[in-house]
């Protein structure tokens, strides 16, 4: 056990192992583990920040949605309104046209009875004509005694 | 065989403790060198290297396997180490807290090695090399060779010296005033800083040499202690084995028996203490120099 020149060897071994392990073990070994951190945390910063762009991205749909679905229901609004006012109006036309189907039927009606009434008249004039014809015993001439009859028609018609 | 049990008393042990020298200047005791020392040194050192550059072309960038991965597993291990115990970045230190643990655990780990296994066989490689005739169990050739380098107190102490004055480089670099301060005023600073009295203050200037001298000790420790813990450890666990191997050779069936067993729980235990004290030496030496790398408390 004793100090000799061993140690001056040792010194240079060591020091020298030293230098030679750091570039051709440690420093390779440090470097790859350095660079495989770096691309870790790369790796991990890039996953937050599609993290982060998926909530964003999530929170803009959100929006969008409730967008959309104001924006639906505008115009579901706008087409119920619409809808009810074109009712509204087919409804009124509708009235106005059976009002005006239900005048004119009136009119035709109307027309009918007097065309009725005219026929009437003029058949209850010849057969009065007729009547009195019998009874007096004379022909009588329709242009002639024509006021007579219409007033005697008119009168019964005016009774009837 | 019997040549082997024949030195398995303690002439045996004695014999097996000694190294291969080869002796420059005989009136010096200094000039002398620790053959067997510097070749498995070298050996371990060569085979290191050559080890880190067969790696080097292979290491991947991507998920290591294999030796990589275990590689990767000590060098994160060092760095943590170092990081936890460092208040500021030196790209040196891990590198060199890395070689202290692997280079201590190779060569204490030789230890493990069958007691006579590398001074017998070197002693045939030298009787065949020298042109003697080898006959198996006849005398072996004087020749020694020591098995494990840290048991050689050369190369703690080669280890400690270097990590001390690295420790002094760095606190001569980072603080030269707070340092020679210490060196001169620490443990008795308030005689001569704190004190009104001038007789109390000429006092704190007389003990400036104790001073000097309390604080070169406490320096000098630390390099004595890193050195002499791996080396009696180590020492003695060499001891040990060759005390197993004496009980294993020399004795009955019933020795012989004890004697494996013993040697297996102790190689086991031995190993252990070989990682531990590799483990001690780095971890002191990054405390040390994270030491030297303190600001200065103002």
């Known amino acids: ?82 809808a009810a006012e074109l009712s509204e109006e087919a409804v009124t036309k509708a009235r106005v046209s059976a009002q005006q189907i239900a ?58 | 065989m019997f040549e082997l049990a024949d030195q398995s008393g303690s002439d045996g042990i004695a014999s097996h403790l000694q190294y291969w020298t080869y002796v420059v200047d005989e009136s010096n005791p200094f000039m002398q060198i620790h053959v067997d020392t510097m070749i498995l040194t070298v050996t371990i050192a060569t085979l290191m290297v050559g080890f880190g550059v067969w790696l080097k072309g292979k290491i991947v960038e991507g998920a290591p396997e294999g030796v990589q991965n275990f590689m990767e597993t000590i060098v994160g291990f060092i760095n943590d180490t170092v990081n936890d115990n460092f208040p500021v970045h030196n790209p040196m230190i891990a590198p060199l807290a890395f070689t202290i643990f692997i280079f201590i655990l190779l060569c204490n780990t030789l230890d493990i090695l069958p007691a006579y296994l590398i ?54 670099k980072l603080k030269p005033v707070h340092f020679c301060k210490e060196l001169l005023l620490q443990p008795f600073a308030s005689l001569l800083l704190d004190a009104r009295n001038p007789i109390v203050k000429f006092l704190g200037v007389l003990i400036i040499p104790v001073n000097l001298i309390l604080k070169l000790v406490e320096e000098i420790a630390k390099p004595l202690s890193l050195s002499f813990r791996l080396f009696g450890n180590m020492f003695a666990g060499e001891v040990i084995f060759l005390l197993i191997a ?7 069936v019933v020795a012989t028996t004890a004697g494996f067993f013993v040697g297996l729980g102790w190689s086991f235990f031995h190993l252990f203490i070989g990682l531990l004290q590799a483990f001690i030496f780095m971890i002191l030496t990054v405390v040390y120099l994270s030491l030297a790398h303190q600001p200065a408390e103002h």
């Open chain 1, 1 to 82: 056990m004793s100090i000799d020149l061993t140690f001056i060897g040792q010194i240079l071994v060591f020091l020298t192992m030293v230098v030679l392990l750091w570039k051709n073990l440690y420093g390779p070994l440090n470097d790859a583990m350095e660079a495989r951190t770096k691309k870790i945390a790369e790796g991990l910063a890039a996953a937050d920040a599609g993290k982060e762009a998926k909530s964003r991205a999530e929170a803009e749909i959100d929006v969008q949605l409730k967008e959309a679905r104001a924006k639906a229901q505008e115009i579901v609004a706008a087409a119920e309104k619409r």
């Open chain 1, 103 to 160: 005048e004119s039927a009136r009119g035709e009606v109307e027309a009918e009875v007097n065309r009725a009434r005219q026929s009437l008249r003029q058949e209850v004039a010849a057969i009065a004509m007729l009547a009195a014809e019998n009874v007096i015993g004379e022909e009588l001439d329709a242009k002639r005694h024509a006021k007579l009859i219409d007033g005697v028609v008119s009168e019964g018609f005016g009774r009837a």
């Open chain 2, 119 to 172: 001074g017998y066989t070197a002693s045939l490689i030298s009787a065949i090399g020298s042109g003697h005739e080898f006959v198996w169990g006849g005398h072996m050739p004087s020749f020694h060779m020591r098995p494990v380098p840290t048991n050689d107190l050369n190369l703690p102490a080669a280890m400690g010296v270097s990590v001390f004055l690295l420790v002094l480089y760095y606190e001569f």
């Open chain 2, 246 to 252: 004496s009980l294993l050779l020399g004795g009955g």
